[in-house]
């Protein structure tokens, strides 16, 4: 299957610091990636969903400005998390998909662990 | 997407089948069935899908009801590293996946 890596695997960050998060598809164009949210003892939860070169599509209840997300090629696509504060601190998990490949699957990649102070 | 419920837990002797269920009772005709799982503290990892038919790759085989109401996940030999959380999605297109809150099997020596 299809590679996807994530940088940083893990951040620690101050309170009202902003976060970046990339999201790469190593071996294939990716044209959507997602974006998921898991909070402990939980199951995932999706974000947002990008085409590249075009603008997120968010779910109800995620703040656009604060979870902000660009898709500039079709192997990266970043979420920025904007003046973090604790209840931000989660597990955040890409995956990326193909319309153009022979896979039927989304690819998924590492995660990352966010801890806010 | 339809939604699906499936057990929370289960347990499974290691060499042993684990036969994980799913009720997707409103899943629409076009409308996919992927399992995925997840190791603690990993991304997902896709497992198998289907449609109609029953499906089997090196990693399990997919068992699906011929009404399509509900499905089973079959792990023919089960191993300590099989233990995770498997999630089973119903999907119109691979556009929108949501995950549901999954069995967590744990697999016993």
């Known amino acids: 299957g299809a590679v996807v890596s994530q940088h940083p695997s893990r951040v620690i960050c101050k309170s009202g610091t902003s976060v970046k998060i990339e999201c790469r598809s190593l071996?294939?164009?990716?044209?959507?990636m997602f974006w998921y949210r898991q909070f402990p003892k939980q199951s995932l939860m999706l974000m947002a969903t990008s085409n590249e070169g075009s603008k997120a599509t968010y779910e109800q209840g995620v703040e656009k400005d604060k979870f902000l997300i660009n898709h500039a090629s079709l192997t990266l696509s970043t979420l920025t998390v904007t003046s973090a504060h604790p209840e931000d601190s989660s597990f955040y998990i890409c995956s990326a998909f193909s319309t153009w490949s022979s896979y039927n699957e989304q690819f998924f990649g590492p995660g990352t662990r966010l801890t806010v102070l | 997407d339809a939604k699906t419920t499936q057990p929370p837990s289960m347990d499974c002797a290691e060499g042993r089948a684990a036969n994980l269920p799913c009720n997707h009772s409103?899943?629409?005709?076009?409308?996919?069935v992927y399992w995925y799982r997840q190791i603690h503290s990993q991304g997902p990892q896709y497992i198998i899908h289907?449609?109609?038919n029953n499906e089997t790759n090196e990693m399990a085989s997919l068992i699906i009801t011929e009404d399509r109401k509900s499905s089973t996940l079959i792990l023919p030999h089960a191993t300590l590293r099989d233990t995770a959380v498997y999630y089973c999605i119903g999907v119109r297109n691979n556009n929108d996946m949501r995950f549901g809150a999954g069995t967590r099997l744990t697999v016993k020596p």
């Open positions: 409103t899943i629409s005709g076009n409308e996919y």
């Open positions: 289907g449609l109609k």
């Open positions: 071996d294939f164009q990716a044209t959507t």
